[in-house]
């Protein structure tokens, strides 16, 4: 019986073609389901039995852990050079977007709030 073994939806085009070359290098058959063009089906890769199953989640646990090391290790990286992005680095890049978000923000936190605090009387 078909077993649902990771769900792609969300997940970057690398890390989906790194588990697709994980499965093949290990020999463990499986298929893709896709969203499909309306994407309310779910994408995710799916064994066609589940004798393989603990070792398909296995492999794919130890990839996605080593996946995080070397993000974290990217980023401290950045970080001691220097050039890692912060919050202010981002509204800097673009104030007009910022500066309409939070307009955004607060105009929906005005009529939400306006009839229980009377602000709007």
């Keep these: 019986m078909a077993e649902l073994l990771f769900k792609l939806r969300n997940?970057?085009?690398?890390?989906?073609?790194?588990?697709r070359q994980l499965l093949n290098d290990h020999e463990i058959?499986?298929?893709e389901t896709h969203a499909g063009g309306?994407?309310?089906?779910?994408?995710?890769?799916w064994l066609h039995d589940?004798?393989?199953?603990?070792?398909?989640?296995?492999?794919?646990d130890l990839y996605q852990q080593q996946r995080a090391a070397d993000s974290r290790a990217a980023y401290e990286q950045l970080r001691a050079e220097g050039q890692h992005k912060t919050v202010a680095d981002k509204i800097i890049e673009r104030p007009f977007q910022f500066l309409m978000?939070?307009?955004a923000v607060l105009?929906?936190?005005?009529i939400s709030l306006s009839p229980f605090l009377g602000f709007g009387s």
């Design 11 to 19: 997940v970057p085009d690398d890390e989906a073609a790194d588990i």
């Design 29 to 31: 058959d499986f298929y």
């Design 38 to 45: 309306w994407a309310v089906s779910m994408p995710a890769i």
């Design 50 to 60: 589940d004798t393989h199953l603990e070792r398909a989640k296995a492999l794919i």
């Design 101 to 103: 978000l939070s307009l």
């Design 107 to 110: 105009f929906i936190l005005y």
